[in-house]
């Protein structure tokens, strides 16, 4: 058995050596192996050497063509994302080369912002940060993105990416700088730029606003919620008939998770293409509601029973648009405010349909704050504490003890 097995495994290496030598292939002087990080540096080295690029980009006939570059922030090491990004715009630009176009490209950092204070606190001990000034603080994030910068343009280049790489813009740059003054000038010239309120995301401990990419809730975080009911004081014409049997004892019902901006409410909006309905309540429960009849989205009804864990007795039906313009009184302090029309974020999936509105509190609340004349009220400070707008509220962190 031992010779046989020799003889068929000569006859098999034979027969391999001869199908080899009938497969045609090219001769070439390319490695058996891409060995891409021994040949990618030579490359690279050979296209900066040559000038590639910029000879291209000077000689080519055709007419210019210029990619503004979105910049990243200097605020650590690349990421897929970076690279996916930079790619991208490398193959458009190597497309238009090879179009004969004139290429300009000239890569940027964003040097600014909260993503690199926070890098540089977090490099710091606490008693340096007992110490640390605003000044001081600009200046070691200028370092630190400057620094940050030269290890995320040695990376772009191992990319393969072409570009002005010794010429890049920084926004940290006083000629930068003093062109972004110049544009914002034109546009104060030409009457562009107002003074106005608009909500922020606001962070109490960094003391600046977020972007929305930057909220974070810490995890398992569950937002307490809040269902209350404001006295209706004064009814809109087109329902003046219809309502007016069910006051004083009327109450407006709204729901919402965020129960330390009540302080701020100043108005609640409504769908004015939904069905509202007064219900009666159960006055001989365990838990009676403060009011005799709510004012709740007809939808909702049978939910809120449940809910409220007592049968509510439809009396009447309205459409929410002829509610627009009655009034009700702020359940802490004294004032009245109106009921108005909402967006289409006013619906039946939660709540009452019916939605407490802070203008001083929320992109959508202030929206229809500007839409009525309200005014922006935010009785909350930087540290995230009410003010004595708040009233008995004041000095409570609203994150926290609110």
């Known amino acids: 058995m031992a010779e046989r097995s020799d ?26 192996r891409a060995n891409a990080v021994k040949r990618e540096p030579q490359l690279q080295k050979f ?128 000629e930068y700088e003093a062109a972004q003054i110049g544009v914002f000038a034109q546009m104060v010239l030409k009457g562009y730029i107002y003074r106005g309120l608009k909500p922020v995301h606001w962070s109490p401990s960094s003391k600046t606003a977020l972007a929305e990419a930057e909220l974070e809730y810490p995890e398992g975080h569950v ?48 769908n004015p293409e939904l069905t509202y309905a007064v219900v009666e309540t159960d006055k001989n429960t365990e838990h009676p509601i403060p009011f005799k009849y709510l004012l709740v989205a007809a939808e909702l009804v049978e939910r809120l029973s449940a809910t409220f864990g007592q049968t509510l007795t439809v009396k009447a039906t309205i459409k929410g648009k002829d509610l627009e313009h009655s009034t009700y009184k702020h359940p802490l302090f004294d004032r009245e405010s109106p009921v108005v029309i909402g967006g289409d974020y006013v619906t039946t999936e939660s709540g009452t349909g019916l939605v407490h509105t802070a203008p001083g509190h929320g992109q959508e609340d202030f929206i229809v704050g500007q839409r009525y004349g309200l005014p922006v009220l935010c009785p909350v400070d930087a540290d995230g504490n009410f003010t004595q707008e708040a009233g008995e509220f004041a000095g409570l962190n609203v994150l926290k003890d609110a």
Request: overall charge positive.
């Open 7 to 32: 003889v068929n495994g000569k006859e098999q290496e034979k027969a391999a050596k001869s199908y080899k030598d009938t497969v045609n292939l090219p001769k070439t002087k390319f490695d058996m």
């Open 223 to 270: 937002s307490r919620s809040l269902f209350a009911a404001f006295p209706i004081t004064s009814l809109a014409e087109s329902v003046k008939s219809e309502l007016t049997p069910f006051l004083p004892d009327l109450g407006i019902a709204i729901w919402t998770t965020t129960p330390w901006t009540i302080p701020g409410n100043l108005a609640v909006s409504l």
């Open 47 to 174: 296209w900066a050497e040559n000038q590639i690029y910029e000879r291209l980009g000077e000689n080519n006939p055709g007419e210019v063509f210029i990619l503004h570059d979105g910049p990243p922030y200097a605020n650590g090491a690349l990421h897929i994302g970076h690279a996916l990004n930079k790619i991208l715009k490398d193959i458009i630009n190597r497309y238009q080369l090879l179009q004969g176009r004139k290429v300009r490209y000239v890569p940027g950092w964003d040097c600014h912002g909260l993503p690199i204070e926070l890098k540089v606190l977090q490099q710091m001990k606490q008693s340096e940060r007992e110490a640390l000034t605003p000044l001081i603080l600009r200046q070691k994030a200028k370092e630190f993105a400057l620094e940050t910068v030269d290890k995320q343009r040695e990376s772009f280049k191992r990319y393969g990416v072409w570009g002005d790489w010794d010429h890049p813009y920084l926004t940290l740059k006083p």
